[in-house]
């Protein structure tokens, strides 16, 4: 229970073996390696060497995985993959495959299929431009030559006008041709109706008067479009010729894209496996790489479980006989990495400690702390013993299914089907099942459902916002005996009193004599409740003096800490949540049932809505409630309880481990 | 005047699930954007977005919640037919739908920016999972104060 004894190894080696050291310490799990803490310290040679050749190698698959994975259709679908249908492979048969796959050759020809498929689209593209151009050239009928490359004589151009400028222009190039040269100017059809459109035109002229014919065109308004000195035929000729090349290109195209989905579907699963193995023997060098050097010997520090020593020891000293490792615990200025070490009923909840921040080593594991408080507050806020049995359901089929999902993801599975537990207790005693679904459908079975129940937060809401606010006062109370056990723990005595055993007594005393004075408790326990008040509130005010100079600075600031029982006063009331989360699903359930009767009614298609309503609606009312029920009870762990005592702040131990991203790698 | 205890019921009804429900969807909106930005970078954080985007999502159920409460406490959703309400428990009906359609609506856009945040802090540190989750559902608590305070409220309110 709690946070593991770690041991700090000191293991010197000859540098021979550094290879199988390595290999042997990722093997093992349980060792994080040590960084050296000098700066600009050079790292051993020999791993640099290994470090950039696997660089290299990861470079490749990187490529391939970034250029291949978009193309590759898994075969196995992706829940699947995430729950464990992985291949199983070991290091030496990953080796082999490293070592009889040619990446550079995939790479060579997956770089030649990408360079094709852009240069069949630059060709596409342009292609496309040409065909946009081309089909407004329709007007003109004769070879496009003579615009771009012209005759000895004649040449032309090309040009838009505003459809109102166009009689000026006819005008303008009439008188130019009375005085010296033919022009001759082709329109292409326009609507007349339309004055502002945009109209093309052709121009044929003389070369010698090219410059003032452009000139003249210009100052009648035509912009000049800059004909494709490729075009030479007339323009439906081009278009035809142009039009056939896109058919050819887009085959092309697609054909390209096959082949690289086909190079995909076959690649791909080699490729994660390498990538899996090289991103491992990254991890490795990179674990050695943090040693200390002689000529001759190398010396790597890693922590490691106590528990483990013997077992990781006899297998390092296996390797070579000149091998040197010493075991130590941590030295007191020492901080070292904290690894959860928690029973198989505790560990599932490890996660919800870790997603806040892990304990220092000699700090308090708050997880066994927690784990009852959650596991009842998720009970309260699902609370449906319908909706408890269809995840228990779930996750047992789950588990019969797949036989090889990970621990990390096994285990926040387990929460679940913990916690299906606690919802099943409470639905039965709150009398929920798939929200008033006996009730509606089944009376015959009330008598039962009536029978179990003990709390009924519909007719009486008042009980369970009891319930729930006496589970925050215990909550919070616990959490504050836990501060205190860790104050006195480092002997801070007075603080342990002043700060968390003088509001313990305070929020005690007054809920003794709240209650006694309702008339729920006897009434001695109202004196009893007045004297533990008493002398918490009597030591909450002395204490907030203590650092303080002057009589008046002390009595401001012990009214000041007084006035903090406001905060106590918050954090029990948000624990109402317990209960209005509760009502959230029981009411939910019943609306689903509710509309699921009302379409019952309609004529003979009812029964089969009513079907679909009633299943549709609790599978959503289970979704939606279980991510309320999982983060509210977690806000009550991380705000309310840990705000009494836990701060986190450790490092997480993080060993070095072979890569599993794609595929199950055993050592 | 002797339908007004009915409207007044049903006027709460409607702003409790309209006003939280747009607070949703606004909120819902807001965390969608960054969830879309942030899964243009990484398509593999689709999950953990989806998560947090869904959290301002709550007020607009609790909304319906209410209404649903109300039109099942006037009877108008059995086949009986409504209740006869004077106007006084008609207006009773109506406060008691204020808090979550008032608290509905404002917190759901306002944790909807959170989560928004939220989305942007694992994009850069994924691990942070945790600590993204509870920040929204701060906000949210109050939410849920609002839902308790009108559930509270509804079953006091005598009719029929």
Same mark, same amino acid.
């Given at each position: 229970m709690g946070v593991a004894k770690l041991k700090k190894a000191e293991l010197y080696y000859h540098k021979s073996?550094? @290879?199988?050291?390595?290999?042997?310490?990722?093997?093992?799990?349980?060792?994080?390696?040590?960084?050296?803490?000098?700066?600009?310290?050079?790292? &051993?040679?020999?791993?640099?060497?290994?470090?950039?050749?696997?660089?290299?190698?990861?470079? *490749?698959?990187?490529?391939?995985?970034?250029?291949?994975?978009?193309?590759?259709?898994? &075969?196995? &679908?992706?829940?699947?993959?995430?729950?464990?249908?992985?291949?199983?492979?070991?290091?030496? %048969?990953?080796?082999?495959?490293?070592?009889?796959?040619?990446?550079?050759?995939?790479?060579d020809k997956t770089r030649n299929v990408e360079h094709d498929t852009a240069d069949v689209r630059l060709k596409l593209s342009e292609a496309r431009l040409n065909v946009s151009i081309l089909s407004s050239l329709g007007f003109f009928e004769y070879p496009l030559s003579v615009i771009t490359e012209g005759t000895?004589?004649?040449?032309?151009?090309?040009?838009?006008?505003?459809? @109102?400028?166009?009689?000026?222009?006819?005008?303008?190039?009439?008188d130019f041709?009375?005085?010296?040269? *033919?022009?001759?100017?082709? !329109?292409?059809?326009?609507?007349?109706?339309?004055?502002?459109?945009?109209?093309?035109?052709?121009?044929?002229?003389?070369?010698?008067?090219?410059?003032? =014919?452009? %000139?003249?065109?210009?100052?009648?308004?035509?912009?000049?479009?800059?004909?494709?000195?490729? /075009?030479? %035929?007339? &323009?439906?000729?081009?278009?035809?010729?142009?039009t056939a090349s896109i058919t050819d290109l887009e085959a092309k195209e697609s054909d390209l894209a096959e082949k690289l989905a086909a190079i995909a579907q076959e690649c791909v699963p080699t490729v994660q496996k390498l990538s899996d193995y090289y991103n491992s023997l990254a991890t490795r060098y990179n674990g050695t790489a943090q040693s200390e050097e002689t000529d001759c010997a190398m010396l790597t520090r890693f922590w490691l479980p106590a528990s483990r020593a013997d077992e990781i020891r006899a297998k390092i000293e296996a390797i070579s006989p000149e091998i040197d490792l010493t075991l130590a615990d941590p030295e007191p200025g020492e901080e070292p990495p904290s690894l959860l070490n928690n029973g198989s009923l505790i560990r599932p909840f490890n996660i919800l400690t870790e997603l806040y921040s892990s304990p220092t080593y000699r700090g308090i594991d708050p997880t066994p702390l927690l784990a009852p408080f959650f596991w009842?507050?998720?009970?309260?806020?699902?609370?449906?013993?319908?909706?408890?049995?269809?995840?228990?359901?779930?996750?047992?089929?789950?588990?019969?299914?797949?036989?090889k999902i990970s621990l990390g993801v096994k285990d926040f599975i387990k929460l679940f089907l913990f916690c299906s537990v606690?919802?099943?207790?409470?639905?039965?005693?709150?009398?929920?099942? /798939?929200?008033?679904?006996?009730?509606?459908? +089944?009376?015959?079975?009330?008598?039962?459902?009536?029978?179990?129940?003990?709390?009924?937060?519909?007719?009486?809401?008042?009980? +369970?916002?009891?319930?729930?606010?006496?589970?925050?006062?215990?909550?919070?109370?616990?959490?504050?005996?836990?501060?205190?056990?860790?104050?006195?723990?480092?002997?801070?005595?007075?603080?342990?009193?002043?700060?968390? !055993?003088?509001?313990? $007594?305070?929020? =005690?005393?007054?809920?003794?004599?709240g209650t006694g004075m309702g008339g729920m408790l006897p009434p001695h326990f109202v004196q009893i409740g007045q004297a533990m008040a008493g002398i918490g509130a009597v030591i909450i005010f002395l204490y907030a003096g203590k650092g303080k100079k002057g009589i008046i600075s002390k009595i401001i600031s012990g009214f000041l800490a007084l006035y903090g029982s406001t905060s106590y006063l918050g954090d029990i009331l948000s624990y109402s949540?317990?209960?209005?989360?509760?009502?959230?699903?029981?009411? !939910?359930?019943?609306?689903?049932?509710?509309?699921?009767?009302?379409?019952?009614?309609? #004529?003979?298609?009812?029964?089969?809505?009513?079907?679909?309503?009633?299943?549709?609606?609790?599978?959503?009312?289970?979704?939606?409630?279980?991510?309320?029920? /999982?983060?509210? #009870?977690?806000? $009550?762990?991380?705000? @309310?309880?840990?705000?009494? /005592?836990?701060?986190?702040?450790? @490092?997480?131990?993080?060993?070095?481990?072979?890569?599993?991203?794609?595929?199950?790698?055993?050592? | 005047m002797e339908m007004l205890g009915l409207s007044l019921a049903l006027f709460g009804a409607a702003l409790a699930a309209a006003l939280a429900g747009i607070g949703s969807a606004i909120g819902i909106g807001v965390a969608g954007g960054a969830a879309a930005g942030v899964m243009t970078e990484d398509p593999n954080k689709f999950g953990s977005c989806l998560i947090l985007q869904a959290l301002p999502g709550t007020q607009g159920i609790y909304g319906l919640l209410i209404a649903f409460f109300v039109l099942n406490k006037i009877g108008l959703l059995g086949g009986a037919g409504a209740y006869a309400l004077t106007w006084n428990q008609g207006l009773q009906i109506f406060a008691s739908c204020l808090p979550i359609g008032l608290v509905g609506w404002y917190s759901a856009i306002w944790q909807g920016r959170t989560s928004a945040a939220s989305i942007q802090m694992i994009s850069k540190k994924p691990e942070a999972m945790g600590k993204a989750i509870i920040l929204p559902a701060m906000v949210e608590t109050y939410a849920v104060l609002a839902l308790l305070t009108s559930i509270l409220m509804l079953m006091g309110v005598q009719v029929g």
């Open positions: 073996v550094h @290879e199988q050291i390595a290999a042997a310490l990722q093997e093992t799990g349980a060792c994080q390696i040590i960084s050296t803490t000098e700066e600009n310290q050079t790292h &051993p040679a020999e791993v640099e060497a290994l470090i950039s050749k696997n660089e290299e190698m990861l470079a *490749d698959v990187r490529y391939l995985n970034r250029t291949l994975t978009p193309h590759y259709v898994d &075969p196995v &679908p992706a829940l699947d993959r995430m729950l464990g249908e992985r291949p199983e492979v070991t290091m030496s %048969e990953l080796e082999e495959l490293a070592s009889t796959t040619d990446l550079k050759a995939v790479c000895q004589t004649l040449t032309g151009l090309v040009g838009t006008i505003k459809a @109102e400028k166009i009689e000026g222009l006819k005008a303008a190039l009439g041709s009375l005085f010296a040269h *033919d022009t001759e100017l082709i !329109i292409a059809p326009y609507d007349v109706k339309n004055k502002t459109q945009d109209v093309y035109v052709a121009l044929l002229y003389a070369r010698s008067v090219e410059a003032s =014919v452009k %000139e003249l065109c210009a100052k009648n308004g035509v912009s000049f479009v800059e004909i494709p000195a490729t /075009f030479k %035929e007339t &323009p439906a000729e081009e278009l035809e010729k142009y009842v507050f998720f009970g309260m806020c699902l609370g449906d013993a319908g909706y408890a049995l269809v995840v228990f359901g779930t996750i047992l089929y789950v588990f019969k299914k797949y036989k606690s919802t099943f207790i409470y639905g039965v005693i709150s009398g929920s099942f /798939f929200g008033n679904f006996i009730d509606s459908f +089944v009376p015959i079975l009330v008598p039962l459902k009536n029978s179990l129940m003990l709390v009924d937060p519909m007719t009486n809401p008042m009980q +369970v916002l009891g319930i729930s606010l006496l589970l925050g006062v215990i909550h919070l109370m616990f959490g504050l005996l836990i501060a205190a056990y860790d104050k006195l723990r480092s002997g801070q005595f007075i603080d342990a009193i002043g700060n968390d !055993i003088s509001w313990f $007594l305070l929020i =005690v005393g007054l809920c003794l004599l949540r317990l209960l209005a989360l509760g009502f959230g699903s029981a009411v !939910i359930g019943m609306v689903i049932n509710l509309l699921g009767g009302l379409a019952a009614d309609i #004529p003979y298609v009812g029964w089969l809505i009513a079907i679909v309503v009633i299943i549709g609606g609790h599978i959503f009312s289970i979704a939606i409630n279980i991510l309320g029920s /999982f983060v509210h #009870p977690l806000r $009550l762990q991380y705000v @309310e309880f840990f705000g009494k /005592f836990y701060s986190g702040g450790g @490092e997480a131990f993080t060993p070095l481990t072979l890569s599993q991203e794609y595929v199950n790698v055993k050592a | -």
